[in-house]
């Protein structure tokens, strides 16, 4: 069974304070993606990596795709309060149309 | 202009009822998804449609049964609703379902079951 495993599953942090999520499968993926969710709405995709040892940054996000393909990190550097939500990184399962969604790190950042 | 709407927001019912969730897209996308947010986060997938035909049944219990009268339209019908199904049902479709192409959700249809 392909499952995607985060850490932390919680995470509380002050205004300006760095953190890393992280995102790891004992599969190989093709390309991963990390999606954000706030309160009341659905899952918006941040990025996609597709390259093993890739990094991609987004503004003060910086995702980086690991050499085996099998796992992701996600930095975020001086955190702000418009950063808070659900962060979940998602795959296809190979070969197939289906998606499936980490376990999910909930990211609190207070002001 | 909405991408994916989804009907209605909130639902509130009690055990053994019937109800339907109608979705919408107008990405001119071939994908559509439902997807169950349970209690804890955790996204799971449904079912997922392309160009109509359905392509993932995810051992999802028949009281759900799916409707895609076209690809700009995923419906999602319950019959006999159950204390288990409360959550969050999330309407997503992408390009294709190929690997690389994101997924564009609706904001989710909170289910609540008396």
């Known amino acids: 069974t392909q499952l995607l495993e985060q850490s932390p599953q919680f995470l509380s942090i002050q205004e300006g304070e760095n953190l890393t999520v992280y995102c790891n499968s004992s599969s190989v993926f093709s390309s991963l993606q990390w999606y954000r969710q706030e309160p009341g709405e659905g899952p918006v995709l941040l990025v996609t990596v597709v390259t093993g040892g890739e990094v991609k940054k987004l503004k003060r996000l910086t995702f980086q795709f690991g050499d085996a393909r099998k796992d992701s990190s996600l930095h975020i550097t001086a955190a702000q309060t418009g950063d808070t939500g659900l962060y979940l990184c998602a795959s296809h399962r190979s070969g197939t149309y289906k998606y499936i969604f980490g376990t999910g790190t909930r990211l609190k950042v207070l002001a | 202009d909405t991408a994916v709407?989804?009907?209605?927001?909130?639902?509130?019912?009690?055990?053994g009822n019937d109800k339907s969730i109608k979705c919408e897209q107008n990405l001119g996308h071939?994908?559509?998804?439902?997807?169950?947010?349970?209690?804890?986060?955790?996204?799971?997938?449904?079912?997922?449609?392309?160009?109509?035909?359905?392509?993932?049944?995810?051992?999802?219990?028949?009281?759900?049964s799916p409707k895609s009268p076209d690809k700009a339209h995923l419906n999602l019908h319950i019959?006999?609703?159950?204390?288990?199904?409360?959550?969050?049902?999330?309407?997503?479709?992408?390009?294709?379902?190929?690997?690389?192409?994101?997924?564009?959700?609706?904001?989710?249809?909170r289910l609540s079951i008396l």
């Open chain 2, 30 to 64: 071939d994908t559509m998804y439902w997807y169950k947010q349970d209690s804890k986060k955790f996204l799971k997938i449904m079912f997922s449609y392309n160009n109509k035909e359905l392509i993932i049944n995810e051992t999802v219990p028949n009281r759900f």
């Open chain 2, 5 to 15: 709407s989804q009907t209605p927001k909130y639902l509130v019912t009690q055990m």
């Open chain 2, 79 to 109: 019959n006999s609703l159950e204390l288990g199904d409360s959550a969050v049902y999330f309407c997503a479709s992408s390009l294709s379902g190929g690997s690389n192409q994101p997924q564009h959700f609706g904001d989710g249809t």
